[in-house]
């Protein structure tokens, strides 16, 4: 058994902007038909239609104890109850306006030990766009932010390789009063790296942006960094 997760980046901690967080990839999802699908496919000695209405009360009896407020605990979830809002002293009593009800749905310990089956793989997005992860200073070698005019200037990341070929397609500085500059020549052209000499370009701060165009997709698909460049 085992679960695919991918890396993307956590816009929750601005003090440290390398943090990744994972987004798990389910490669595939069940409803109650497929669950029965299986279940018959087990050789069950019940019909799929039987199967079927007895789930379908199972559900039901469910959904009416929970809404007459009481517990339950079940082979796959145990389910409760949790009060949020703050009460102003003992006297206080439930108000709709500042408190709410919720459900609290915590798995048994016997479906808790079924995740320490499970391993990871880490795979790359399944999002054919291109990504930017991170721009180096080709003159100094540091990953600050900071660009030279007529530099080196190399982008790490995903999908990133251009057709050099396409006046569409390559690796554009957009500037703050709306000028569009685009690097001179690529010295690498590779999907996780591009390495490119870059113009002259006026001192100020610029975005970055990558076009490409997917073998899969007819349309120009454009990627920026989410940090601007400073040339001094």
Known sequence: MSLKYYLREN???AENPNDQIAQVDIAKSH???????????RGSTTTRTDILAVLNE????????ISQGEGVRLPLVNVSYSISGVFEGEDDTFDPERHTLKLRMQPPNEVKEVLQKISMIKTESQSTDARIKTVENGNTGVSDDTINSSGIITVKGNRLKVDAENPECGLYLLSEDGHEFTVLRYLENRPQRLMAL???????????????LPASNKNIRKARYEHDLTVS
């Open 198 to 212: 870059l113009p002259e370009l006026p001192a100020g701060k610029y975005a970055l942006e990558v076009r490409t």
């Open 11 to 13: 816009k929750l901690t």
């Open 58 to 65: 199972y559900h039901e009896v469910v959904k009416d104890l």
């Open 31 to 41: 409803d109650l038909d497929s669950v029965v699908s299986e279940m018959v496919k």
